[in-house]
């Protein structure tokens, strides 16, 4: 079984520019997470899908970082413009719901973002 | 008072030795437990989960909870050069069904 996919594994771009990372999530995982991991820290949220829906975007940088599942497979992460700031580690995750919840996330390779 | 406190390390241990790591958390309405092992340059990948009090063993590794205290840890036993990495504690928030992560603990096996 795949596991969960994401390109590309790193970008660099100048800051102001547009950047757009993908993610396949495991088959049959309906909830989707991004993670966002600076240097030294763990992974923070940036938002939660469950299917199509967008169900936790708080954490998420609403005025120039946007996110979309269209029919709730693939995901889809922008951030325009980019700052200097945003430099970290972008990561997908996927969890199955089970009885007790989830039994945690498989995360993916992630995408290494580096604004200069 | 952040949500999930670790120490941030070094933990450094002989190889064979037990490998003891610690996590407190803030949100008592907490069910749910995560420790993720992450090797520098890769992403987080999952070792075990807990959900009860006590502890919960697979292989070499334990997990202990204790939610009075709002403490969880990780055991490894016969620790390996190969299990030098940062452990990443994660709990789920009680709303939400998110998993918030602490900053991480590294070890270092020395063989």
């Known amino acids: 079984e795949a596991g969960v996919v994401q390109s590309p594994r790193y970008k660099i771009i100048e800051k102001k520019q547009p950047v757009a990372f993908w993610c396949n999530p495991i088959?049959?995982?309906?909830?989707l997470y991004w993670y966002r991991q600076n240097l030294g820290q763990g992974p923070e949220l940036l938002i939660r899908y469950e299917n199509e829906e967008a169900v936790d975007d708080s954490q998420l940088p609403k005025d120039r970082f946007s996110a979309e599942r269209l029919k709730g497979v693939d995901s889809t992460l922008k951030i325009q413009p980019a700052e200097l700031g945003d430099s970290a580690v972008y990561l997908c995750?996927?969890?199955?719901?089970?009885?007790?919840?989830?039994?945690?996330?498989?995360f993916g390779s992630g995408t290494r973002l580096t604004v200069v | 008072q952040k949500e999930v406190e670790q120490n941030s390390g070094p933990l450094s241990v002989p190889e064979g030795a037990i490998a003891s790591l610690n996590c407190t958390y803030s949100d008592r309405g907490s069910q749910s437990f995560f420790w993720y092992r992450q090797y520098s340059g890769k992403s987080p990948e999952l070792i075990m989960f807990?959900?009860?009090?006590g502890d919960k063993e697979d292989g070499r590794f334990t997990a202990q909870l204790n939610k009075a205290s709002q403490y969880v840890s990780l055991l490894i036993r016969d620790s390996q050069p190969s299990d030098s990495a940062t452990y990443l504690c994660a709990v789920n928030a009680e709303y939400g069904n998110k998993l918030v992560f602490g900053a991480g603990t590294i070890l270092r096996v020395k063989s």
């Open positions: 807990i959900y009860s009090n």
């Open positions: 995750a996927s969890s199955q719901e089970g009885r007790q919840g989830h039994y945690g996330y498989t």
């Open positions: 088959s049959g995982h309906n909830t």
